[in-house]
């Protein structure tokens, strides 16, 4: 055989072993994909919080903004700054969440990942929460960086971290995308003060639900000069395909032509921009909106609290039922989805292993009927899915933790 025949069966036989070892971890696809729901499903699955996605307006902007600009340009946004489209969105994202300036981005994976890439300084720490969103934990490995995960809301962890392999960039979740808990954020920025570190805050599930303009937990938190950079997707509250990054102009500056996908993918289309525009406006105004959210989330966790389901200590519109190993997951969504309740399925790699759960994401559009019918499903499903056996129910009060007293004060008096 020559050299380069053998060089080639290698490559082969690495990538056969890589393949091999998806199939054997177990079968993804039927795990996360389900029952097809029928138009009478109930979808728990979305992260829709406000219900905007079908909101005639908005629909209206972007058919419109199609009509009137086609697709705009197809081009990296690192020349669309000269579309004042996006700079205005920007401008006005900034403005809204107290900060200095924005870089509007293709996702909140972008954004994360995108910031991570940038900022991460070879053989210098990158803490980052256990439980923060996949897109953190990539954009912190794609360089140098020396990655730190810390115990999922364990600032205590986090400290002796710091100080054994010094100051660095600390990132977490305001809202964790899975479990649904609040970061102890009053704590954290306090931390990061004292040791001299960067603090990350993604703020996609907090971003349009949280404070009383929906500017996220930061900004009523009052901490919002304390935090170097605040990320989001906007495929959340606000419903369509996007990303932000706040932070000082400066910093905005260096990002605009040093994040990879800012530079290397093209820019957000203009139709998405100009609803963007139009989201905004019934964010900041949307305070009925968020009411009925907190109505029906505090409604649906006190009757799954009551049934005995151990759903965190989160008090978040993000619900998670956590039966632990996959098998009980996937019994357990059958069981949901044959009675017509569709959530998310979440497995590793999105959670530890045997930490798997079905997330149900309340949102403002539901009714008391439905979140009725998902308390009664619940109850009905209880001795089959067995909730006391569930991980949270066996180490309640001990897993991680949940925003201080402060945070939770301070986040309460918008969420009540
Ligand atoms: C906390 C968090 N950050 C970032 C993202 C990525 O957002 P996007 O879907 O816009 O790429 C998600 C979405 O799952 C998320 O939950």
């Not at 081009?75 to 401008?91: F, T, W």
């Not at 910031?115 to 794609?142: C, N, T």
């Not at 539901?366 to 067995?386: G, P, W, Y």
Request: contains cysteine; aromatic residues 6%; charged residues 25%.
């Amino acid at each position: 055989m020559t050299w380069k025949r053998h060089q080639e069966m290698l490559a082969l036989r690495a990538l056969d072993q890589r393949v091999d070892g998806y199939y054997e971890s177990g079968d993804r696809r039927s795990m996360v994909v389900g029952r097809m729901p029928g138009p009478d499903a109930m979808e728990l699955r979305s992260n829709d919080y406000l219900a905007l996605a079908h909101h005639p307006k908005l629909l209206n902007v972007q058919s419109d903004s199609i009509r009137s600009r086609g697709h705009g340009l197809m081009m990296s946004g690192v020349y669309a700054d000269a579309s004042n489209l996006q700079r205005s969105l920007e401008k006005r994202f900034a403005s809204f969440m107290g900060g200095e300036d924005c870089l509007l981005c293709q996702s909140g994976y972008d954004a994360n990942a995108g910031l991570l890439q940038a900022i991460a300084a070879p053989e210098k720490p990158i803490y980052v929460d256990f439980r923060a969103h996949m897109s953190i934990w990539q954009g912190a490995k794609s360089g140098d960086a020396l990655v730190r995960g810390f115990r999922h809301n364990d600032l205590s962890h986090l400290e002796r971290l710091i100080k054994k392999d010094g100051p660095g960039i600390i990132v977490v979740d305001s809202v964790y995308s899975t479990l649904g808990t609040e970061c102890p954020l009053l704590d954290a920025v306090d931390l990061a003060e004292q040791y001299g570190c960067i603090l990350v805050v993604d703020e996609s599930h907090s971003l349009g639900t949280h404070g009383p303009h929906g500017a996220g937990i930061v900004e009523q938190l009052g901490i919002a000069d304390r935090v170097q950079f605040r990320t989001a997707s906007l495929a959340k509250t606000f419903a369509g395909r996007g990303g932000i990054i706040i932070g000082s102009a400066r910093h905005i500056e260096f990002l605009r032509f040093s994040s990879m996908p800012a530079i290397f993918s093209s820019a957000v289309l203009p139709h998405e921009i100009e609803a963007f525009e139009a989201t905004l406006d019934i964010v900041a105004a949307g305070r009925d909106l968020r009411e009925s959210l907190w109505k029906n989330t505090r409604y649906l966790r006190q009757g799954l609290a009551a049934l005995g389901y151990p759903i965190g200590p989160g008090e978040s519109q993000i619900v998670p039922l956590e039966a632990g190993p996959e098998p009980r997951t996937l019994s357990l969504r059958d069981a949901l989805e044959e009675r017509n309740i569709f959530g998310a399925v979440f497995c590793a790699p999105a959670t530890p292993r045997n930490r798997s759960m079905v997330r149900l994401s309340i949102n403002a559009g539901l009714t008391r009927e439905q979140l009725d019918t998902v308390i009664e499903v619940c109850a009905q499903i209880k001795d089959q899915v067995d909730p006391a056996s569930w991980p949270g129910a066996r180490t309640a009060g001990t897993t991680g933790r949940s925003a201080n007293t402060a945070d939770k004060k301070a986040v309460k008096a918008s969420t009540t």
